[in-house]
């Protein structure tokens, strides 16, 4: 029986599809994916496609090496491809055969039956019947099936580019609160994040990381706007709305220094490593970077605060690199802030 986890919409799954002409002849595609929300409208094509051809096996199974492994669930949809083929070919069959007979009827009631005006009545109303129904039944098929292949081709090339992007999930905002990526933060040797202020992200994850400078050995390393660049000062301060205090960003980020980041740094100063970093260039994105990490959210570019996506990328794909690099220019162009 498939089954759907109806509790949560972002799901991992993996497909198996089986489309083989024969017993020794099948062709595996492997699609995988991680917590990413899917089309319902994929999913009832599955369950349709697995009903109209008869699937002998559909299950899920935990999957502990999938990176969102906390609830992770994954559909094995499993086609058996000899016995669909057998199916699509009798329908075919069956078809044929009632088309051939409506067909010798016509024939027959044309050439032998016109003499009785009931039974040519009744036998030309049957086979005009059976004729029309074969070529509806046929042509309705066939565009199902153009359909469901539509909408898997569709829905499978948007799974493929996401697993060489490796992203993973998107969220309302940085899922510190799962465990895998709450482990991840809190055991990797180097954490960077750059972000405007990080006001915000400091309050509302206090204790995590506090418990990582307290508990681990390594090195954090925060990337805020340089105060000291007016013209980003100013920029920020008129978008997000604060006109009334020009001095608005300049004076929350020297109080984030003071007040958060250098009671972290005092925290643990002989095993763990609390960095601040000013960065002269405008922010176009919010980021977190982790060993097995990368988190980014974008900012909206009208003026005021509205929610925004932040995208999670696995370490195995290709993005959390480029994510790698742009933090390693950044640090490069940026001037160390002495927390002493």
Not at 16 to 42: G, S
Not at 239 to 254: A, P, S
Not at 275 to 297: E, G
């Given at each position: 029986?498939?089954?759907l ?23 595996i ?45 994954i ?29 010798l009827?016509?024939?027959i ?9 009931v ?29 469901v ?39 990797s040797?180097r ?37 000291n ?20 960003y ?49 900012y ?41």
């Amino acid at each position: 029986m498939l089954q759907l986890n109806n509790q949560r919409a972002k799901i991992p799954f993996l497909c198996h599809i089986f489309n083989d002409q024969t017993k020794t002849q099948q062709k595996i595609r492997h699609f995988r994916m991680a917590n990413i929300t899917q089309d319902i409208r994929f999913r009832l094509s599955l369950i349709n496609y697995t009903t109209r051809y008869d699937i002998f096996n559909a299950g899920y199974i935990l999957h502990s090496s999938n990176p969102i492994g906390y609830n992770d669930i994954i559909f094995i949809i499993l086609l058996k491809g000899e016995k669909v083929m057998r199916k699509i070919k009798a329908k075919t069959l069956v078809v044929l055969i009632v088309i051939i007979v409506s067909l010798l009827l016509l024939f027959i009631n044309e050439h032998f039956m016109k003499t009785d005006a009931v039974f040519y009545n009744l036998i030309l109303t049957v086979a005009v019947t059976l004729l029309t129904t074969a070529i509806i039944s046929w042509l309705s098929d066939k565009f199902l099936d153009n359909s469901v292949n539509e909408i898997a081709s569709t829905n499978f090339s948007v799974l493929k580019c996401c697993q060489e992007y490796g992203l993973i999930g998107i969220y309302d905002n940085f899922p510190l609160d799962i465990p895998q990526i709450k482990d991840g933060f809190f055991q990797s040797k180097r954490v960077y994040v750059v972000m405007n202020d990080a006001k915000a992200f400091i309050s509302s994850n206090m204790p995590l990381i506090e418990n990582r400078i307290k508990n681990t050995k390594g090195e954090t390393v925060f990337i805020l706007q340089d105060y000291n660049c007016s013209d980003i000062m100013s920029a920020l301060t008129r978008k997000n709305g604060h006109l009334e205090n020009k001095n608005y960003y300049k004076e929350k980020i020297k109080n984030v220094i003071e007040y958060h980041l250098k009671k972290l740094r005092n925290i643990n100063p002989k095993k763990h490593t609390v960095k601040v970093y000013l960065n002269s260039n405008y922010n176009t994105l919010a980021m977190i970077l982790t060993d097995t990490y990368a988190m980014i959210s974008v900012y909206r570019v009208s003026s005021g605060k509205t929610g925004v996506p932040h995208f999670v990328f696995s370490h195995k794909g290709d993005e959390y690199q480029k994510i790698s690099d742009d933090i390693e220019k950044i640090l490069d162009s940026s001037e160390e802030f002495p927390l002493d």
